[in-house]
């Protein structure tokens, strides 16, 4: 090699560590990806936890029935009507209003039909002769008459979750407390009233009087084996979502690989294709006719995993059809952010989709156990909307009232925003010329700091030259411009 050719190697090397020198040396090289990810992180740290912790402090508008059909009774012929089932529900339903929970007086029919369709968390039903109970058991302690104890009835379902169920069944735990204390003590009060004070009641009769009701949790209609205990629905839907996120993303890269976009990596092999003259429109449609294919083989592919491991799946039809869209839904959706917002798409995807989808989504904890903040999230979240639909189809037998109806529309109107999204922006970016290669788009001074560090030196190209036979050294690093500055 000639001295030419070896000064021209050594100024090529002392330009690329020049540039590279610039480049890491500079604070916003290692400020900008820690900023980042610290505050992603932060974020999910913050919504994650701060939706689990305190469920009983952040305890709002749970919804329970509440059903009465207690026709009351006499505890003589001349002694007037007892309504104790009314007594019971006027106690109940202020005490529990400051611990959040919202009781609806309901007749049984609808009661029921609300539990089924996990409009309510549970319901509490108080028969209709609830107060003739009540009074046969007094009366047994002073007379030999075989005792009947009343019972208040709590049927939960734990197809509405599990957490929400455990909620429910707490409730009646501390109900059984406040409803015997103050019945108890009534009961006893009228026993003495009528036998005179001097009487001495038998303690096991005392016993009995002051703990008069049983309150009995019951599931009128268990879950069948492999729903999880309640939880598989929240992990079908957890799939749908990261079927459609992260196969847009996937499918994103091989795309423009392909395209010649970016480059392909396999270990050592780095591969960067000739640049197809492909519209940003084009390259989106593309990838989204890719994605309609993965959402119908995927969604089967699921069922048969679930199928395969002992899931419960009824109604696998209409499970697969709605796996269908909300995959491609969120596909659509997650690529159309990407290629309107480039690489702030990716970011704005996981937050939008993982980071307030799961802990908005009501499949582990409830929204009403969660701050009222994510209760508004959850209306335009598709984990929450997604999960509805799956619960419908998992629990409900499908019923439009439970949830399915509501969540295919809200499922259409994001896959028609995600579809306006894309085509409106990328069709405006091919228009204007802002094609994806370099020096399709001019951007001002102040902006194109935010892309290198000297914002008043032109952006040099080191040209890298041949390497010769023998030499095993890596070429030195090439600095490309990706933007044409105005001056």
């Known amino acids: 090699m000639s001295s030419r050719g070896i000064e021209a190697d050594a100024q090529h090397d002392e330009q690329a560590r020049a540039a590279i020198g610039d480049v890491v040396g500079h604070p916003r090289f290692w400020i900008a990806p820690v900023a980042v990810v610290i505050a992603l992180m932060s974020l999910m740290a913050a919504v994650y936890m701060g939706a689990v912790v305190n469920t009983r402090e952040n305890l709002h508008s749970f919804p329970v029935a509440l059903v009465n059909e207690d026709a009351g009774g006499r505890i003589a012929s001349d002694q007037p009507e007892m309504h104790i089932g009314d007594q019971i529900v006027d106690q109940l ?8 929970i ?3 007086k309901l007749d049984r029919g609808e009661a029921m039909h609300r539990l089924y369709t996990g409009k309510v968390y549970g319901v509490i039903a108080i028969d209709s002769n609830f107060t003739n109970l009540m009074l046969g058991l007094a009366k047994s302690a002073v007379l030999p008459n075989e005792p009947v104890k009343p019972r208040i009835d709590v049927f939960i379902h734990r197809g509405s979750g599990t957490f929400a169920s455990s909620i429910t069944t707490t ?8 409803v015997n204390a103050q019945a108890g003590k009534q009961l006893l009060e009228n026993v003495r009233a009528q036998v005179g004070k001097n009487f001495q009641l038998a303690g096991a009769s005392q016993l009995a009087l002051t703990h008069p009701i049983e309150i009995a949790v019951s599931e009128p209609h268990p879950l069948p084996d492999g729903a999880a205990n309640g939880l598989s629905a929240f992990y079908f839907t957890l799939l749908l979502i990261l079927a459609g996120f992260t196969g847009a993303m996937v499918v994103s890269v091989i795309v423009d690989g392909q395209l010649g976009q ?12 000739k640049r197809l003259a492909v519209s940003r429109w084009g390259t989106l449609a593309a990838k989204w006719t890719i994605m309609l294919i993965i959402a119908a083989v995927q969604a089967a592919l699921f069922l048969a995993v679930c199928a395969a491991v002992g899931t419960s799946l009824p109604n696998s039809f209409v499970l697969w059809a709605f796996s269908v ?10 690529s159309a952010m990407m290629a309107v917002f480039g690489n702030p798409g990716l970011l704005l995807n996981l937050v939008f989709f993982v980071i307030l989808g799961l802990p908005s989504s009501g499949g582990t904890v409830p929204l009403e156990a969660s701050p009222r903040i994510f209760s508004l999230i959850a209306s335009v979240e598709p984990m929450h909307l997604v999960y509805y639909g799956v619960r419908s189809i998992l629990y409900f037998d499908a019923d439009p009232a439970s949830g399915l109806m509501h969540s295919v529309i809200m499922a259409v109107v994001g896959l028609v925003c995600g579809l306006l999204l894309g085509v409106v922006g990328t069709k405006y970016y091919d228009r204007k010329g802002w094609y994806r290669r370099p020096n399709a788009l001019s951007v001002p001074p102040r902006l194109a700091k935010m892309v290198d560090t000297d914002t008043d030196a032109a952006v040099n190209i080191v040209e890298v030259p041949a390497v ?5 050294e890596a070429p030195p690093p090439v600095s490309q411009p990706n933007v044409t500055r105005h001056r």
């Open 325 to 334: 869209l909300v995959i491609f839904a969120v596909g659509v959706t997650a």
């Open 102 to 104: 919202v009781m609806e």
């Open 262 to 273: 970016m480059p392909i990596e396999f270990g050592p092999l780095y591969l960067l294709r």
């Open 93 to 100: 339903v202020p005490t529990t209003a400051k611990q959040g």
């Open 468 to 472: 010769p036979h023998g030499r095993h």
């Open 171 to 178: 409730m009646a735990q501390e109900m059984s407390e406040q």
